[in-house]
């Protein structure tokens, strides 16, 4: 098990380097100079030389490429990623501001996915080929096909318009608002970024329980007369748990793209809807910060996910 | 009666052994095991004709401003309302279905080209395999959307770029499927038999290993079709994808965000055009996931 640990997390320093050097080459690559966007379209031509060479200066781009990559990437360690643009606070600080909501967005979904997901897959997969699977099964189709933003907008037209029981966009602090406004700004945002997972995990649960329970051993613990519960939660759950844990990663890279769509309709302060803003905005600094910040976080996930998954299923490690 | 008492006529059987009508026969078998394929291919093709020929079938024009029908809600006259400016809305989905199916379309084209190539050259060397792999683990780190967003902020907004961003993200994914299909075929026999008389790489990588690979990677592709299309509107919808100007699913809808109080019809219909496509195209695929790759419709 330490050996495979150890070999898997090594592999992360060669990606997380390639994950750095694309980040840092879209501002490269980008036309234009960085100046500009600074000074904005226009004064560009009225501005001086000097004030230009000013600003480059400043903004430490004067230097050699490899020279301000260095010294970027070392920032990254200490937590230090570049200023923005435009306010010139710093990028860490910025997402301090706005890590909460984010967080909140994507717990929020990924929990509604999941204690709505695994049931739904748990009864279609035990009520194999019955009503109950196929409307299952109808949903998890479903909840695949339709756009984040478009389901936000039913569900605000609906529940926000018409009949009035969620706020249509914002966001409330769970410390310092108060447990219960939390829920009622966070609900419909949950919802929104939740359904497609909840499609995917009810998919997952529904297609390995159905393998675990064509089993011999399924068979065997149902001819021993042990009750069906007890069959389906001390044999079969457990079994069937392995690619559940595997779609958990798979949901997390999602929930970030799902959740910078999310906090755009509902107008919900976090980093999604800085990143977009960034974009808008070609603030650069704050867009290689936030690619940095959100990849590290999903190559970590990913590899909590192999070990968990090594951990219960010991073939994975020998092969 | 000519037919023998064998029960089928000799002819008719060499006839069928044609290639055409083999391909034909096992596509029909298809489509009778999946009747959910068949609902998809029909709405799919009902779609793009309608898309094609437009300019015959829908009597607006998609950029024509009428003020009197400001904010008309859908009826007789204009099917699916008016929008802000009093643009026909149905014109405008059915004229931004050409760019959203041809985002699609052009996605999933050039992500299986690259995918082939890469995953095949990367499966049966594993020199450049090592590193090969280690990009593309690294491109698929950036969440999706993201690295869209960040590319189009270094390339701009418009239906070419949209093109090129969403397939430089998506590429990886098919690389990953074509790679693990070369690993598993590369050590079979015929393979070796090939290497033994002599044959090239490139016949023992395109004669012999690419058709082998061909079913997951169609499957793939009839989902990054859909995948595609939702990447589109997404980015349009954000504002960063297809310049207004140009109607697409996406951008119709960020329009219609702003006045969903007034007029719902303006963001509904196309969400709901968008949807039933993606629905449909699913439904292609996981016909033909079913079909063609028995082992992945076990696994999912």
Do not use: C
């Not at chain 1, 995990?201 to 009750?227: F, P, Q």
């Not at chain 2, 098919?174 to 070369?182: E, L, P, Q, W």
Request: without cysteine.
């Amino acid at each position: 098990m330490g050996k495979y640990i150890a070999r898997r997390t090594l592999l992360v320093i060669p990606v997380l380097f390639i994950v750095s050097i694309i980040t840092f080459s879209i501002m490269q690559l980008a036309p234009g100079d960085p100046a500009a966007i600074v000074l904005g379209g226009d004064y560009i031509m009225y501005a001086t030389a000097e004030e230009i060479e000013e600003i480059r200066e400043n903004m430490g781009i004067n230097r050699p490429p490899i020279e301000q990559y260095l010294s970027w990437l070392g920032g990254f360690f200490v937590g230090e990623l570049g200023k923005s643009l435009f306010t010139t606070e710093s990028v860490s600080l910025l997402v301090s501001q706005k890590i909460e909501a984010t967080i909140s967005t994507v717990l929020s979904g990924i929990t509604i996915a999941i204690v709505l997901g695994v049931p739904m897959g748990i009864l279609a997969g035990w009520k194999m080929n019955t009503w109950i699977d196929r409307s299952v099964m109808v949903f998890a189709v479903l909840g695949f096909a339709i756009p984040g933003f478009w389901l936000a907008f039913n569900l605000i037209f609906v529940f926000s318009l018409k009949l009035g029981w969620f706020p249509v966009f914002g966001f409330r602090s769970l410390m310092t608002d108060g447990p219960i406004e939390f829920l009622r700004y966070i609900t419909l945002p949950g919802i929104t970024l939740g359904v497609a997972f909840m499609a995917l995990i009810a998919r997952m649960t529904r297609s390995s329980l159905v393998e675990v329970l064509s089993e011999d051993y399924i068979r065997t613990a149902r001819a021993k007369g042990l009750s069906e519960r007890v069959v389906l939660i001390r044999h079969a759950l457990r079994a069937a748990s392995m690619p559940v844990v595997t779609v958990i990663g798979l949901v997390f890279a999602a929930a970030v793209t799902g959740t910078v769509i999310t906090e755009t309709v509902f107008a919900i302060p976090g980093m999604g809807r800085m990143f977009v803003k960034a974009v808008g905005d070609r603030d650069f600094p704050v867009i290689q910060g936030l690619m940095m910040i959100f990849a590290t976080s999903y190559v970590f996930v990913n590899l909590l996910v192999d070990i968990l998954y090594a951990y219960l299923d010991p073939r994975v490690r020998y092969s | 009666m000519t037919t023998s008492n064998r029960g089928f006529n000799p002819n008719e059987v060499r006839q069928a052994k044609g290639v055409g009508s083999r391909i034909y026969i096992q596509f029909m078998r298809m489509l009778k095991k999946n009747p959910n394929m068949i609902i998809g291919l029909v709405i799919l093709i009902l779609f793009t004709t309608l898309t094609i020929f437009a300019e015959f079938l829908v009597k607006y024009d998609p950029t024509a401003i009428e003020p009197i029908d400001r904010f008309m809600p859908p009826g007789a006259k204009h099917w699916f309302g008016a929008d802000v400016v009093g643009r026909d809305v149905y014109a405008r989905v059915i004229y931004g279905g050409r760019v959203s199916l041809l985002v699609g379309f052009m996605v999933a084209t050039f992500v299986t080209v690259a995918g082939l190539f890469i995953g095949l050259v990367s499966g049966y060397t594993p020199k450049l395999d090592i590193v090969i792999q280690r990009i593309m683990d690294a491109i698929m780190s950036f969440p999706t959307l993201l690295l869209a967003l960040a590319l189009i902020a270094m390339l701009g907004g418009s239906v070419w770029n949209v093109i090129a961003v969403i397939t430089i993200v998506d590429t990886p994914r098919m690389v990953r499927i074509v790679r693990s299909a070369v690993l598993s075929v590369r050590e079979q026999q015929y393979i070796d038999a090939a290497r033994g008389i002599g044959a090239p790489v490139s016949r023992i990588l395109f004669n012999h290993i690419a058709p082998n690979t061909m079913a997951p990677v169609i499957v793939q592709a009839t989902y990054f079709f859909a995948a595609a299309i939702l990447t589109e509107a997404s980015l349009s919808f954000l504002g960063l994808g297809i310049p207004p100007e140009d109607p697409s699913w996406g951008n119709i809808l960020s329009l219609g965000r702003k006045y969903l109080q007034q007029a719902f019809w303006i963001a509904f219909f196309p969400g709901l055009v968008l949807t039933i496509n993606v629905l449909a195209m699913n439904l292609v695929g996981d016909g033909l996931r079913d079909a063609l790759d028995p082992k992945l419709s076990r696994s999912v």
